[in-house]
């Protein structure tokens, strides 16, 4: 098969091809770049692959980097980008279910290909366009599936990551899992126990940001896989429960919100352990654990100044939105209207502040100005207090003279 026309991304990166061409190598674009020319999708990464060894690919380029060069992989500097070339290679046995013991170059485009994940991914396109395809990649793009290279249970022996690949392919291309590929899936889930919880935090999360995340977690959820992810083991229906709350083409539009979603659906007892086990940032914590607060308080009753104030209007849009899709009331104007009602929209945007207050009625640092402190915050973000300096004082003085 021919592509009627390279994509600029490949046209733009065709010098590189030349240049090894030109030193006697071969060199092919490979991977998920050929697959998304195909499909009409967006390519973002170009990668390269060449018979070319790593000292044999420096020496055809003035400007490299050094990467990933034990595995083959060298970073050429040209004028029109920046393209990694990796060494065909074949890999020996994986110690850990992740790693090769030893990474061996070869010579040769098929023996490159066959160690690749699944065969929509094992394609190779040449200079002039012509697709490369050694395990009927072509046929399973054209029949929306996804299926291992060779032997499947082999493929996730070698790297057990490919498992959770696998379902977020599910998801991004919106493709079915070939029978004996997802029976491989579910045999082998356990050997997830050995991957990098930040590894396979990356895959669920491109998993569910994806457009087709249904049939993504539907995957993860029919191969028993989520047993052995971080608070899951057991939570089949608390997971199911979560797919069927939404409705059908809804799509998360961030991280945090997904995560917020999910884990209001799996109740683990400390959202932050829950967090930490999926080794998140602390911000993303922050972020997600207020957002599953809104979702609980908004189960609770309507929109308030207080709710608007504590949490920020993007918030409670996220969560607004995932209430539409559960068919739930929501109220966008009405957010819109109490943010615009709001004196102020953080405590620091008052105007006198706890030294001017301990100055001019001879308070002292404790739990009385603290309360002194929180009732004008409150009463400014519910109307009842003008953010004006004489309105604050005189309200503080009546205060402390009714104490």
Known sequence: ??????????????????????????????????????????????????????????????????????????????EQGEYEITTFRTEDVYVDYRRPSQVSFVRSLEEDLKRRDFTVNALALNEEAHIIDRFDGLEDLNNQTLRAVGNATERFNEDALRIMRGFRFAASLDFSIEAATFEAMKENAPLLENISIERIFIELDKLLLAKGWRKGMEALIGSGAFDYLPDMKGRADHLRAFLASLTDGFAFRTSEQAWALLMVYLEPTHHKSFLKHWKTSNDFQRTVIKLAEIYQLRQQGPVTKQLCYRYGKHLLYLMEEIRQAQGLAADFKQIDAIDESLAIHDKHEIVVKGGEMMASFELVPGPFLGHLLNEVEVAIIEGVLENRRESIMAFIKEKIEHE
């Open 1 to 78: 098969m021919r592509l009627h026309k390279l994509p600029s991304e490949f046209q733009k990166a065709l010098p590189i091809l030349e240049k090894i061409k030109d030193a006697g190598f071969e060199a092919y674009f490979v991977g998920g770049s050929v697959r998304d020319a195909l499909l009409g999708r967006p390519i973002h990464d170009v990668d390269i692959a060449s018979s070319s060894y790593p000292e044999e690919t420096k020496s055809i380029f003035p400007r490299t980097i050094d990467v990933g060069i034990e595995h083959g992989t060298v970073l050429v500097l040209e």
